[in-house]
């Protein structure tokens, strides 16, 4: 996900109006310690300001953990050593004014290297928390979709930790921004409904931090990092917080799969349901190019999308895990000479190649945490320079799933990195087009 800070955003306003957190539950304030981790000087402010306050008031022992030094927030600053010790003077401020009893631990990492001091974060980070009391920690990291490459890393390192005796939540600070209300996935999402003596110590805590809230110079990176629309975000009265996912999450095995299709001669009704029919319509008419010289389709099952998509395409690879389904598509497009159909398993057995097209449809979410960055991953290096990724998936619950469709296309967005050209909801499925280059159908052929 790329954003740059200085866009207005979207507005508090939106988000205030959809209130996508109203029928989220409540956060159990009932572990023994609350441990908050902060990227940078400010996070546990904005994201946990009002957590730090309800411990404080319940007393429970909470402990803030300010994982870098801050220094990159302005990389003009005349005095990079300056900015620093005033960075954590601010969270020294801030922290007092929302729980004056919190321990508050600098480790003093580069600000912005985050990924590149993994190993060394995540050990401090684990040698701290075995000295933590009690047999119940809550652990609140910076949200692991939030955006910002930091975030994601400390997110990722707190997640590694959960177990029998941690629990790990996310706060989200720049999805307020760069999100909308239509990108929220609230099916892990809990809230603490601040009181009016905790907002107003938050809102206190936040003036606190003037390197981020005001204007340091006349520079061009001399603005506020957190604007005054940014800033509003963080003075609603209600906090977000998203349960990690679990540690073991799996994908269905292909088993599952090749037993289904040997078993059904139209699995699910691909052939004679209206939905399925009009689903594939929907994606085909989403396509922002008439043409594609190489197309790769994941997940093809019996070749029917793989048939409607040909004609469209030079030369179209489709891969699916299951061996009955692979017979089928074969069967099904032996008269299309353009069209290759192969057996993979995905992500492990990636096909080779570049693509101008990819296309992923009703599959990440049968796919683990692990493997669904896996297939992001490899996506996003198999694409051309010019390239388009297509995902269409279920919104409604799957038992067998180990995720859901609105995550797994949260997810997608964040690990692609690209722009969104099509964002298409209906209560059943949604479906998505990314593209390397952000010109949209008109601009390409000079409308607009």
């Known amino acids: 996900m790329t954003f740059d800070h200085r866009d207005p ?3 508090e306003a939106e988000w205030a109006d959809a209130a996508p957190w109203r029928s989220s539950p409540p956060l159990p304030l009932d572990a023994d310690a609350v441990v908050i981790l902060s990227a940078h000087p400010d996070d546990e402010t904005l994201g946990a300001g009002g957590l730090l306050a309800r411990c404080q008031t319940n007393g429970v022992p909470v402990t803030v953990i300010v994982v870098t030094d801050g220094g ?9 050593d300056a900015l620093r010790r005033e ?9 007092a004014d929302l729980a004056p009893s919190a321990s508050l631990v600098f480790l003093g990492f580069t600000d912005g290297r985050v990924r590149e001091q993994r190993e060394e974060i995540a050990e401090t980070i684990r040698g701290m928390m075995a000295g933590v009391a009690g047999t119940r920690i809550l652990l609140a990291a910076p949200w692991w979709g939030d955006g910002h490459r930091d975030h994601r890393v400390l997110g990722e390192i707190a997640i590694d930790l959960a177990g029998a005796s941690i629990e790990v939540i996310g706060y989200p600070i720049w999805f307020w921004h760069w999100g909308t209300p239509a990108d929220a996935d609230t099916s892990a999402w809990q809230k603490v409904e601040l009181t009016d003596a905790e907002l107003h110590a938050k809102s206190v805590a936040i003036g606190r931090h003037r390197t981020q809230v005001a204007r340091q110079s006349d520079g061009p990176d001399g603005g506020p990092t957190v604007h005054d629309g940014m800033r509003a975000h963080f003075l609603r009265a209600t906090e977000v917080f998203v349960t990690a996912p679990a540690p073991l999450e799996a994908s269905v095995g ?23 029919q009009r689903k594939r319509a929907v994606l085909l008419a989403a396509l922002p190019r008439p043409f594609f010289d190489t197309a790769l389709e994941l997940g093809c099952a019996t070749g029917v999308t793989t048939a409607d998509l040909a004609p469209r395409c030079g030369d179209l690879l489709a891969v699916d895990g299951s061996a009955h389904a692979v017979s089928a598509a074969v069967s099904r497009t032996a008269g299309l000479d353009n069209v290759r159909i192969a057996q993979r398993r995905l992500p492990a057995e990636w096909p080779d190649g570049v693509f101008d097209l990819i296309v992923v449809s009703e599959l990440a979410y049968y796919l683990g945490r692990t493997d669904r960055e896996g297939l992001a991953r490899s996506i996003r290096r198999s694409l051309t320079p010019d ?12 038992d ?8 797994v296309h949260l997810e997608l967005a964040h690990a692609l990195g690209m722009h969104r050209l099509v964002r298409h909801e209906e209560a059943d499925f949604l479906l998505e087009v990314f593209t390397v280059r952000s010109a949209s159908v008109a601009e390409r052929e000079g409308l607009a």
């Open 400 to 407: 067998d799933a180990p995720s859901s469709g609105d995550r």
């Open 9 to 11: 955003g979207t507005l």
């Open 254 to 276: 292909v088993a599952a799969f090749d037993d289904f299709f040997q078993r059904h001669d139209d699995p699910w009704g691909f052939d004679t349901r209206w939905y399925e």
């Open 387 to 398: 390239g388009v990724v297509v995902a269409c998936h279920w919104r409604r619950p799957i």
């Open 87 to 95: 960075r954590r003077r601010e969270v020294v401020n801030a922290v």
């Open 72 to 80: 990159a927030s302005h990389p003009s600053s005349d005095d990079g």
